[in-house]
């Protein structure tokens, strides 16, 4: 996947859930190529997705605005070290945004991983709490006090861009679960 100023994505469209649902989703990945990109694996709302660029400005590279509603493990980081992999989270409204700066360390090696995104509305005094566990480590990450409030609906559950320059990442998955597919969990 690109990380380019057009929306993408590769996903599976899911019955909506929202930061008051309790989310999960597991599986195994193989990230076999990058050079300085990032990708997105989680949830997400594919109308905000499709909102954020002026198509008129995107083809410069310029980005409207910032993208919202979305739920993920960001794949990106310094790619000098490799790549971090990490919670990463938009609520409805710009600005009600976080992520964790660092977290397990991934390369683009081939090998096999078990990874996991768990979301709990109910944690952190009721704001909601990520966790994202690649192998045996875990890195966590809580929501600001304002996002669960803002509205943020999800209907999409896999793979999107990050819409700022840079080149691309290669990323396998298999044997994935999530919840919020239409038939109970996918």
Known sequence: MWRDPQPAYYADPI?????????????????????????????FNAAAKRA????????????ERPQTSYLAIGIDGPSRIGFYFHPAYSA?????????????????DGRPRRWMLDYDPAA??????????????????????EARKSGASFDRFG???????????????????????????H
Not at 126 to 136: E, P, Y
């Open 52 to 63: 954020k660029t002026d198509p008129d400005k995107a083809h410069k590279g310029q980005v």
């Open 92 to 108: 409805a409204k710009e600005g009600l945004d976080g992520r964790a700066e660092i977290g397990p360390i991934i390369v683009p």
């Open 15 to 43: 019955s909506t859930v929202t930061l008051d649902d309790k989310l999960h989703a597991e599986g195994r990945l193989a990230f076999t190529g990058a050079t300085d990109g990032g990708v997105f694996l989680g949830w």
């Open 124 to 145: 952190a005094g009721g704001r909601g709490h990520i966790t994202v566990t690649l192998d045996d480590e875990k890195v966590e990450l809580e929501l600001k006090p």
């Open 159 to 185: 793979f999107f861009n990050g819409q700022t320059g840079g080149h691309f990442v290669k990323v396998f998955i298999d044997d994935v679960r999530y919840s919020g597919a239409r038939d109970s969990v």
